[in-house]
């Protein structure tokens, strides 16, 4: 059966959220993938920042299937080992006391940090504008986008949204009525937009002298994207240590097996009360089998450097073009400015040529391969790159013609 004739099964069978597939997928292995067709792709985008060990690593293969023969399911009136140890891992990797609550997903792990921040006393929390935090009803009173927002009010309230990335926004939102000020380490979702230094330092500061909690949000940011285990403790990215009282996870955390995880330190893991949240699938064993395998391979030697150092090269074969104008991120979150708004006409070019990115802004293009992005595959986008923008129509000189 051809593409063709799935997407038509697709229309009549899927609700419409998505708008029409891009493409029917039919299988991959490391950062290539191929569709129903047979055609090739490089995938530059790894699923939106979640198949970190690319597609079919034999490891994950491997801890999957055997934890799924061995105890696949329980539900949380019983606890399995996996499950342990990972949330023991996660703790060990901030280097804080901290206590785990698992997900199945990233807006689940921010619904249990929402709920989680209720039980402080107070109600408010501060997000910035531009920010995703996720679709379910408690998320999306986090994320900004009025899209989003506007189809599902009334939303749960006592949100306040400030100018991301400004301090001076911050200290004049934060008082003793606020529970949280929740921050993502690098905005994805709104195009890959990197903070001052001093920005999450400041954040924390000014969060626990009103005695409020710092919440980052690391769904696209943790578990080595960056290069480094999350955002917050990349020297490139913050001035200083921060240390969190919440963080979330999901996307990269189990290499593509459905999972988040809401960590809270200081403490404040203890504000949720037996009977207070409650969820049947999170920390199923499979689910936290594939995320032990996904940590003891970005924990190699080695692995996290080859990270920031491969994660430099879309940037370079990107900018190598006049028509980018800038770029921006860190290890391998990319963002790459275009000279004009053609980011879909790009995506459809490049999808043409046989690689998958995405267009996060009209003007940026956003890029989150597998972390085991080889050269060879850095190489063939920067070969077919300058006829990609040629075939998207953006004009040799760059700006608008
Ligand atoms: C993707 C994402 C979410 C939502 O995660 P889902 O698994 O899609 O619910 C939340 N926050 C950030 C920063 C994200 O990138």
Not at 224 to 240: I, K
Not at 377 to 382: E, S
Request: overall charge negative.
């Amino acid at each position: 059966m051809s593409s063709t004739q799935w997407t038509e099964r697709y229309a009549d069978a899927l609700m419409n959220t998505f708008g029409p597939p891009k493409l029917i997928l039919a299988r991959g292995e490391g950062a290539r993938v191929w569709d129903v067709d047979g055609r090739e792709y490089v995938d530059l985008l790894g699923g939106i920042a979640v198949n970190a060990l690319g597609h079919a690593h034999p490891r994950l293969v491997e801890a999957v299937t055997t934890q799924l023969q061995t105890l696949g399911h329980i539900s949380n009136f019983f606890a399995s080992e996996p499950q342990i140890a990972l949330a023991e891992r996660l703790a060990g990797l901030l280097g804080t006391e901290a206590r785990v609550f698992f997900t199945n997903s990233g807006a689940e792990a921010n619904e249990a940090a929402f709920k989680l921040t209720r039980r402080t006393g107070r109600t408010r929390i501060v997000a910035t504008k531009g920010s995703f935090h996720g679709r379910t009803m408690g998320a999306l009173a986090l994320t900004s986008k009025q899209a989003y927002r506007e189809p599902f009010e009334p939303l749960p309230g006592d949100v306040v949204f400030v100018d991301y990335g400004d301090i001076a926004a911050l200290e004049a939102a934060v008082d003793d009525t606020t529970a949280a000020v929740i921050v993502e380490p690098i905005q994805g979702e709104a195009g890959v937009i990197v903070p001052p230094r001093d920005y999450l330092p400041a954040a924390q500061r000014i969060a626990h002298a009103r005695g409020a909690l710092l919440w980052l949000d690391e769904i696209q940011t943790g578990i080595g994207r960056t290069g480094a285990w999350f955002a917050h403790q990349h020297p490139d990215l913050v001035s200083e240590p921060v240390v969190p009282d919440i963080i979330t996870l999901a996307k990269g955390l189990a290499g593509g097996i459905p999972i988040g995880a809401c960590l809270a330190t200081h403490g404040s893991g203890k504000l949720l009360d037996p009977g207070n949240h409650g969820t049947t699938f999170g920390g199923n064993p499979v689910a936290a089998a594939a995320a032990l395998t996904v940590l003891d391979v970005v924990g190699e030697d080695g692995f996290l450097a080859r990270v920031s150092e491969v994660g430099e090269r879309p940037r370079e074969v990107g900018a190598a073009d006049p028509r980018v104008v800038e770029t921006r991120g860190a290890g391998l979150l990319v963002g790459l400015t275009l000279a004009e708004p053609r980011s879909a006409e790009v995506v459809a070019a490049a999808q043409d040529a046989g690689f998958i990115v995405n267009g996060a802004t009209p003007e940026r293009i956003r890029m989150a391969p597998p972390l085991v992005l080889t050269d060879a595959d850095v190489d063939a986008f920067g070969a077919a790159w300058p006829g990609i923008l040629d075939a998207a129509g953006l004009g040799r000189t760059g700006g608008v013609a």
